[in-house]
């Protein structure tokens, strides 16, 4: 009886919870190419909303074949007002390369100018701040082996790691 009572009580509160949005950003330094590679993961639902919201656009699927050149332009747009790497002091350009749909996740790549060494990098990731406000974004920074995370918040817009010589 209990067994039952704890899994209603469970239902209910998860059912009165609201719903939790993070993204997940992979940033790994290829030594060869000296580019910063970024793999950047939101939830389908979460880029249909705030899309909605920026542009207005009422009826939208993502998973639609048809709408991915349009997609792109606004992820290209979207990521170059969100998203700012800062290695060393100087701000990178940072060019986005496509996305693909995988279930109920977009993967957005994107990659920085050159940079030789690295000793310091700032990140300011903004993607759907404006449309949730729990909104989360977990960095991943990986360069020669050694990887360093933030969690960026709608309070705590941008961090900064430090990696030893």
């Known amino acids: 009886m209990l067994k039952y009572i704890l899994i209603f009580f469970l ?50 699927n993502i998973l639609d074949k048809a709408f991915t050149p349009k997609l792109d332009v606004f992820f290209k747009k979207y990521f170059s007002k969100k998203l700012f790497i800062t290695v060393n002091g100087k701000v990178l350009a940072v060019t986005y390369l496509g996305h693909e749909i995988e279930g109920d996740a977009v993967w957005c790549y994107l990659e920085t100018e050159k940079v030789k060494k690295i000793k310091t990098v700032e990140i300011k990731n903004e993607l759907l701040f404006e449309t949730f406000t729990d909104q989360s974004n977990i960095i991943h920074i990986k360069i020669a082996g050694e990887t360093r995370s933030l969690k960026l918040t709608n309070q705590q817009r941008k961090g900064t790691v430090i990696f030893d010589d």
């Not at 609201?18 to 190419?33: G, L, Q, R, T, W």
């Not at 590679?37 to 656009?57: P, S, Y």
């Open 11 to 60: 239902f209910v509160s998860s059912a009165a919870m609201h719903p939790f949005h993070v993204s997940v950003c992979e940033i790994d330094y290829d030594e060869k190419a000296k580019v910063m590679q970024i793999t950047q993961r939101l939830f389908v639902d979460d880029m249909e909303t705030a899309i909605k919201q920026i542009d207005g656009k009422q009826k939208l």
